[in-house]
Structures are given as structure tokens and as C-alpha cells.
């Protein structure tokens, strides 16, 4: 190495704080936005960082920490050889001056306005308004109610329902996702997954797991290789609070139709993956490891997959019941999957990142998300189940084509708001094009700490991996 070295400008240093439960030395994060790499760091390996940035002297470096340290020359540059290596590898150091690169030139990798070039990937379509439960959390429960209410309202045929799955797969659709209300109360919903597969996509639903039982299981299942359900607690009386009901045996019917489901796969000779979906709040926190202790080894035929998603306020009297803090909920997160014998780091890093969803991208990720399709049981369009609001509307299915609200001019603005560099308060930035929690349309990762919670998860991932 020449004795002239140069940090690129483009690099940052940040001091993390202490992050409970999380096996590491390293107490800094150094990252390259113009690489989009990030690596964490010792106290050491932070101060060399700083030396170098402000001496760009190798000799002069090297004089310093040897009078430091009271270290010859030759044990400075042994011990600190693979350091400075991967450094000048991931482009943070070189020995000359170089133009760094404008992150604003990072270009999309899509066309975001060619429909038969969009990233599709799943549409989600409502096949009741009506749900068995009357949970506490549910975000879209005033909407559905307000539906069923209304002399005017025009629900979606099984017709209806093939033609949206029809131009969905030409528009090189992957998965059709079918929810609710609680969609196994829809007499068709085998009859529509079964016209998803044979579509050459994948069907999916979202069910409480309630009423699986009375379904034609085994064709069900021939059909489906994963789903969800969206199991708070195994505790009835906690389920009867956070379910709005006043019934018994709720984690026996579940657990019930979940060994129906067992015994047909062996008969079929495949797997399932099942999703268990618990909304984590103040009623059920400390109850959610009870949830992975009893199904983690019952099963041989299921494989289950855990979707822990922490409670999102309404607005109403019911965030006091059920609203937690993020340290409440990593935690309720961390004892739970802690029973799987799962690695502390990697249980940490999925719990920060709030299910992966937050994960930072280690390749440069231009936009925030990508909007499809919620379609609602009236036919009522939005780019997702969370943007189900008035400014977010684009069209009726029973009016138009889905390349129609492609076209809308709410869906023609919200492709170019969902470019990060659109977005005003994230778009100078040095995290812009690794985070993943940038303002998106549906407003569900606001922050007003967003940048240190981006560097947390940004540690923890290369800490964990």
C-alpha cells in the first residue's frame, strides 16, 4: 500500500448504541452508500477510521498508533492488513482521489409505467365482507360493516372474480391472495383457488383458522402450499378479548382443524407451509412464545412460519387497551422464537425489522414498495389492503379493467411518489437506498427516529450475518 490513502466521501461512521441480547464486540457500523455496503466495527477498527480520514498518511498513521500503543511497525501492519484490505475491496479506502459517485444517478432497474413490465407480484382480493370474529385490532372491520349496511352494493361474483384472476395472470401476475372478512365463509373459495392453479399462479388466503374444518380439506390442500392464519394466543379467554366474541374452545377448534390438516397431507404426500400471524399487543405480549411452544414439533407434514407484527394504532379507544412500545414488542418477539433454539442475532434481526419487512436492502432499492392490487367485495380497487382510503381509490372493477386503474391518475402519481428520491424528507439521505422504511403511500412505518432505527437494523443485519 502507497503511503497516501483516502477515504471515500461517500462513507459514514456511526456510533451505535448498546443493543440488548445482541452477541457482538462491535459498538460501531461503517458504511459505503456509494456501494451500498455496510460492516460493523470495533472500537479499534473505528479509530483507525478516524485516523486515516484525518491524516491520508499511511506512514503517518502507522507512526501514530505504533507511539500509541507502544507497537513496532511490523505488528501494526500485520495486525491491521485484512482490515485495510477490506476496505480498499468495498471501495471505503484507495490511495488516490477518485469521483465519487452521485447517488442521485442510481437509475431504476423497471419500468414503472409499462403495465406488461411492472413488477406484479400479488393481488389480494376480498371475498367477504362478512368474519365469524369481531376483533379489537382490525383495521378494515368500520369499512366492511359500512358495506354491509349500504342497499347499494354490488358483491363480487365468482364470474367476477375468474375475470380479475384471468387478467392479473397476463399481466404476468405470480400470487392471488384471498381474504376478507374471513374468506372460508365464501362457498367458492376451493372453486377460486383451484382456477388460481390452474391459472399457473399460486392461491393463497388469510382465514382465523375457525371454520377450516368445514371446508373439503383434502381438495383444499391438493390446491394450496402455504396460507395464513392469524392465531393471537392459545389462551381462550385472551382470544375471546382480542377476537370480540364470547365462545368456547377457540384454540381447540384451531388446533383441531390443524390436525385434520396433518393427516391429509400425509395422505397427499406433501407439505404445507402454514404462516401463523399473531398481532403482538399489550393483551398478548407475554403470551405469543406459548403460541411457537405448543405447535413447533406437533407436526410433520406442516411446516410453520411466523409473521409477528406488532400492533398498528386506529386511532380510537382501542390503541390505550392494546398499543406497545418497540422494546415491548422486540421483546415479546425475542422470548417467543427463542424457543426454536434459533440464533439470538438472527431472532433479533428479525424482530427490529419488524418481520423482515424493514430488512435493509444490500442492493441499491430505488423505490419504497411496489403497489398492486386490493380488490374489495364490492369491487372497489386500491393499490394495497393498507391504502384502503378514500384519496387512494382507483376505480371498481365492475367499471373498469385492471389495466384501466393502472392507468388512473391515483395510481400514475403514486408510481412516481414511490420513487425514494420523490420523497422530500428521505431524498438526502445517505441511508435513501438501503432502508426500506422510507415513506410509503400506505403511511405504516412512520417515524420521527427513522434514521437511527435504519442504522439499528443495518448493525444488527451485519452483526447477524
Not at 362457498?187 to 388466503?205: A, D, R, T
Not at 407475554?286 to 406442516?302: P, Q
Not at 414498495?369 to 393498507?386: E, I, M, R, T
Request: glycine share 4%; proline share 3%; net charge negative.
Amino acid at each position: 500500500m502507497s503511503n497516501k490513502v483516502i477515504i471515500n466521501k461517500n462513507t459514514y461512521l456511526y456510533d451505535v448504541r448498546p443493543i440488548e441480547h445482541l452477541e457482538t464486540e462491535c459498538s460501531y457500523l461503517l458504511f459505503n452508500a456509494e456501494k451500498n455496503y455496510w460492516m460493523p466495527v470495533d472500537d479499534m477498527g473505528a479509530e483507525l477510521y478516524q485516523v486515516i480520514s484525518e491524516m491520508n498518511d499511511m506512514e503517518e498513521v502507522s507512526s501514530f498508533f505504533c507511539e500509541k500503543y507502544d507497537i513496532s511497525k511490523d505488528v501494526f501492519l500485520n495486525d491491521t492488513k485484512d482490515f485495510f484490505d477490506l476496505l480498499k475491496r468495498k471501495g471505503i479506502l484507495a490511495e488516490q482521489e477518485h469521483k465519487c459517485m452521485d447517488l442521485d444517478s442510481i437509475e431504476l432497474s423497471m419500468d414503472l409505467d409499462d403495465i406488461h413490465k411492472y413488477p406484479f407480484n400479488d393481488i389480494y382480493i376480498s371475498l367477504s365482507d362478512d368474519c365469524n370474529l369481531n376483533c379489537l385490532y382490525c383495521f378494515n372491520k368500520e369499512k366492511r360493516n359500512a358495506r354491509k349496511k349500504s342497499d347499494n352494493i354490488r358483491r363480487l361474483s365468482v364470474d367476477k372474480i375468474k375475470e380479475i384472476i384471468d387478467e392479473f395472470g397476463k399481466l404476468n401476475g405470480k400470487d392471488v391472495v384471498f381474504t376478507g372478512g374471513e374468506p372460508t365463509l365464501n362457498k367458492h373459495l376451493i372453486e377460486l383457488c383451484e382456477y388460481v392453479h390452474q391459472s399457473g399462479m399460486n392461491p393463497h388466503f388469510i382465514s382465523n383458522g375457525l371454520l377450516l374444518g368445514r371446508l373439503d380439506l383434502e381438495r383444499l390442500m391438493s390446491l394450496v402450499d402455504d396460507f395464513g392464519i392469524s392465531l393471537d394466543s392459545i389462551d381462550n379467554n385472551v382470544l375471546n378479548k382480542l377476537w370480540g366474541v364470547d365462545q368456547i374452545n377457540l384454540k381447540e377448534r384451531i388446533i383441531e382443524n390443524l390436525d385434520k390438516i396433518e393427516d391429509i397431507c400425509g395422505k397427499l404426500s406433501k407439505t404445507v407451509r402454514i404462516k401463523i400471524m399473531p398481532i403482538v399487543s399489550k393483551m398478548n405480549a407475554e403470551k405469543i412464545g406459548e403460541i411457537v411452544e405448543l405447535l413447533k414439533n406437533r407436526y410433520k407434514n406442516i411446516v410453520f412460519r411466523w409473521s409477528m407484527t406488532k400492533y398498528g394504532k386506529i386511532g380510537n379507544e382501542i390503541d390505550a387497551m392494546l398499543d406497545i412500545t418497540e422494546d415491548e414488542y422486540v421483546k415479546s418477539v425475542f422470548n417467543a422464537l427463542q424457543t426454536l433454539s434459533y440464533d439470538n442475532n438472527k431472532i433479533l434481526e428479525y424482530a427490529y425489522s419488524y418481520d423482515n419487512r424493514l430488512k435493509p436492502t444490500h442492493e441499491p432499492q430505488p423505490i419504497t414498495c411496489v403497489p398492486s392490487f386490493f380488490v374489495a367485495n364490492d369491487g372497489s380497487a386500491y393499490p394495497c389492503q393498507g391504502c384502503e382510503r378514500e384519496e387512494m381509490y382507483l376505480g371498481n372493477v365492475w367499471e373498469k379493467t385492471l389495466s384501466d386503474l393502472f392507468d388512473s391518475d391515483v395510481f400514475v402519481d403514486l408510481r412516481k411518489r414511490i420513487i425514494k428520491t420523490s420523497v422530500e424528507k428521505c431524498s438526502k439521505c445517505e441511508l435513501l437506498f438501503c432502508c426500506s422504511a422510507v415513506d410509503r403511500p400506505c403511511k405504516c412505518w412512520e417515524s420521527d427516529n427513522c434514521k437511527e432505527e435504519c442504522i439499528k437494523r443495518m448493525f444488527i443485519d451485519a452483526v447477524a450475518n
